[in-house]
């Protein structure tokens, strides 16, 4: 394939200029409120003093600007609704924003504050071209209460400078140098001091720095100016930097009047799993990782994820374990005015490993399993589904190893227990406290041995049998040496309970004061035999 077959790389670049003021105004109306047509403008902070940090269009038109103090704002504008900014707020609103241009393609990057980046390679033909996707883009962000501006070109720097000068703009592909040769150098958002600079030096417009040359300018400016005049000219690009890993696979349905009922949702979903499965099987892979996002027609989008154990060959497993998911969700799918898109994609698949299935009767029990692991996963959280592997430590509690039923169930049917011999009462208990609970203990028969008695949880336990001491020291390669050495003795009370208590560190060796003389040593339970 020569190189001139190959589409170079296409981004269209959006900026929302008043994103902290627009998502106010969006709350009013959301929430009933009358909207005033006061002036509006959000201040934040600066060296102990309040400015401008965004303003709406009446704002704007009194000659406010960003930047410009409170008090000379009010000045001139007595009547001045103030916001405070919430920049995390702000932030907020510009991922779910980021959540819904994933409609037009799954590599979507942040330009903060206010700004995004698409990569639309190849994917503007479905929109109906460039031009078709941009006004598509920019009504529907509008419609939505927000102030756009959107242009396109073959690197981002070049499509972000022309969204803050000439929104709208497509620039075709070798013609970025000359679409952008009379924008103001500020266009370039290289800081205010390098752009005080160039101004200084008569260079008001970038075709200006465009014709001086390369080490004329990186000489005076450095070297990241002089790339970033590089890109904005189209002479090479820096890649962005998705928010998203690219799906492995991914269907979507688009639907010109929107859905709403349960019944349509539960069938969309199993038509994109039919297609699904059709395009991984043709790789011989199964999903193990699924994402159902729902694209609402307000612009909100839900994504719903599951896991499995095993890679997903089959589109009634997908079904039905969304089912699950959806029929658990603690805050029900909300359709508002209906879903106009719902998307189905893997981001994690594994080749499918063909088995014996039709004699092996253990092989179609560990599928129940799985299967069924996955059915609970989805209703309650993988994380709460686990199971136990042994550790190959002497430390009590770092024997055992809490992990995922659904990515260690090969490796927890395979494990290998410590045997128990036969006839004889565990050594352990079977299960241990999270940490172990203090005891008190008024003394012992001898500094080394178990005591006689102790109060635990308030409640005085009089000593009759005692087997031990188990002595376990830790490990000092580990620990620094900050870790005692502990004797476990197994007791047995008056009234037949049988405790696993320890001690904390040898009398006379490990346990002193700051004056350097001994001190009794602490007495803990570690856990309670049946």
């Given at each position: 394939m020569s190189a001139s077959s190959v589409s170079r790389r296409r981004v269209l670049s959006l900026w929302l200029p008043r994103l902290p003021i627009d998502r106010i105004q969006r709350f009013f109306g959301n929430v009933g409120l009358h909207k005033s047509n006061d002036p509006s403008i959000v201040v934040i902070k600066d060296n102990n003093a309040l400015v401008i940090h965004a303003l709406d269009e009446a704002a704007e038109r009194l000659g406010l600007y960003i930047g410009q103090p409170l008090a000379n704002a009010r000045a001139m504008c007595p009547d001045l609704r103030v916001f405070d900014a919430d920049v995390v707020a702000?932030?907020?609103?510009?991922?779910?924003?980021?959540?819904?241009?994933?409609?037009?393609?799954?590599?979507?990057?942040?330009?903060?504050?206010h700004g995004l980046f698409l990569d639309i390679t190849g994917c503007a033909h479905l929109f109906g071209g460039e031009a078709a996707l941009l006004r598509t883009l920019v009504r529907a962000l509008a419609r939505q209460g927000f102030a756009v501006s959107a242009a396109i070109a073959g690197t981002s720097v070049c499509a972000r400078t022309l969204t803050r000068q000439a929104t709208g703009t497509i620039v075709a592909d070798g013609e970025e140098a000359e679409a952008i040769s009379r924008l103001p150098i500020s266009a370039l958002g290289?800081?205010?001091?390098i752009t005080t600079g160039l101004r200084r030096a008569g260079l008001k417009t970038i075709g200006d720095v465009a014709a001086r040359t390369p080490s004329e300018i990186t000489a005076r400016f450095g070297a990241r100016f002089s790339t970033l005049l590089a890109h904005a000219l189209g002479q090479g690009d820096a890649p962005i930097n998705p928010r998203k890993p690219l799906p492995d696979y991914i269907v979507e349905k688009r639907f010109a009047e929107p859905i709403a009922t349960d019944t349509m949702i539960a069938m969309t979903l199993s038509r994109l799993a039919d297609t699904l499965i059709a395009s991984m099987e043709k790789q011989g892979k199964g999903a193990r990782r699924l994402e159902a996002a729902f694209f609402r027609t307000d612009g909100v989008v839900r994504a719903i994820t599951v896991e499995t154990g095993r890679p997903v060959t089959r589109s009634a497993v997908i079904?039905?374990?969304?089912?699950?998911?959806?029929?658990?969700?603690?805050?029900?799918?909300?359709?508002?005015?209906?879903?106009?898109?719902?998307?189905l994609s893997?981001?994690?698949?594994?080749?499918?490993?063909?088995?014996?299935?039709?004699?092996?009767?253990?092989?179609?029990?560990?599928?129940?399993l799985a299967a069924l692991i996955d059915r609970i996963a989805a209703r309650i959280g993988g994380k709460r589904?686990?199971?136990?592997?042994?550790?190959?430590t002497h430390i009590p509690e770092c024997a055992v190893l809490t992990a995922p039923a659904q990515h260690h169930l090969a490796a927890a049917m395979q494990a290998e227990w410590p045997a128990r011999a036969e006839s004889e009462p565990p050594l352990r208990p079977l299960r241990l406290f999270d940490k172990p609970e203090p005891i008190k203990v008024p003394f012992a028969t001898v500094p080394d041995g178990p005591p006689h008695q102790f109060t635990w949880r308030r409640a005085l336990h009089a000593v009759v049998r005692v087997e031990g001491p188990e002595r376990i020291a830790m490990e000092w390669w580990r620990q620094d040496g900050k870790q005692l050495t502990r004797d476990y003795f197994r007791?047995?009370?008056?009234?037949?309970?049988?405790?696993?208590?320890?001690?904390?560190?040898?009398y006379e060796g490990e346990c002193f004061d700051h004056d350097g003389k001994p001190v009794p040593p602490s007495w803990y339970v570690h856990g309670l035999f049946a």
């Open positions: 702000d932030a907020k609103t510009l991922s779910d924003v980021a959540d819904w241009c994933d409609r037009f393609t799954p590599l979507v990057a942040l330009d903060s504050p290289a800081g205010e001091t079904d039905r374990l969304f089912r699950e998911r959806l029929d658990a969700l603690a805050d029900p799918l909300d359709p508002g005015f209906g879903f106009d898109m719902v998307r893997t981001s994690r698949t594994e080749i499918v490993v063909q088995e014996q299935r039709d004699l092996d009767a253990h092989v179609h029990d560990n599928d129940e589904v686990v199971v136990h592997l042994p550790q190959d007791i047995e009370d008056a009234e037949g309970l049988r405790f696993w208590i320890f001690r904390d560190g040898l």
